[in-house]
């Protein structure tokens, strides 16, 4: 059972970046696909985005296409998102999850091993 940890959550003012770190517990592994969900208050979760472990293809959500980047580095077993030109809506408890299906799911019951969830506030 690997778990994942995620970080670099924070508030930040609209316009702003901030980069998130979802680490894996295990020296080695093999994914089929990682990927990023969201949940805002009152709201249910979300995808974001995700990427393929071996062929680093990629996928994202309309809402955040051409401000998120979507990352992973194979040797440190850990997955990255880069979000720029944040906006108030995109104020989110953060989780990464590890795929159970080949390809690129977008669904949340298609993931599992979710991790903590990292806080994302972004301010007007």
């Known amino acids: 059972h690997v778990q994942l940890v995620e970080s670099g959550g924070g508030l930040v003012q609209a316009g702003g970046s901030l980069r998130l770190s979802c680490a894996a517990s295990a020296r080695t592994f093999s994914f089929y696909a990682i990927g990023w969900f969201r949940q805002a208050p009152g709201k249910e979760r979300e995808f974001v985005a995700a990427i393929r472990w071996a062929a680093g293809t990629s996928a994202y959500a309309d809402s955040v296409k051409g401000r998120f980047t979507i990352s992973r580095d194979y040797a440190k077993i850990t997955l990255y998102l880069q979000m720029n030109s944040l906006k108030p809506e995109d104020t989110a408890v953060y989780y990464c999850?590890?795929?159970?299906?080949?390809?690129?799911?977008?669904?949340?019951?298609?993931?599992?091993?979710w991790g903590q969830g990292s806080q994302v506030t972004v301010s007007s």
């Open positions: 999850a590890q795929s159970t299906n080949v390809g690129l799911p977008t669904g949340v019951s298609e993931y599992r091993n």
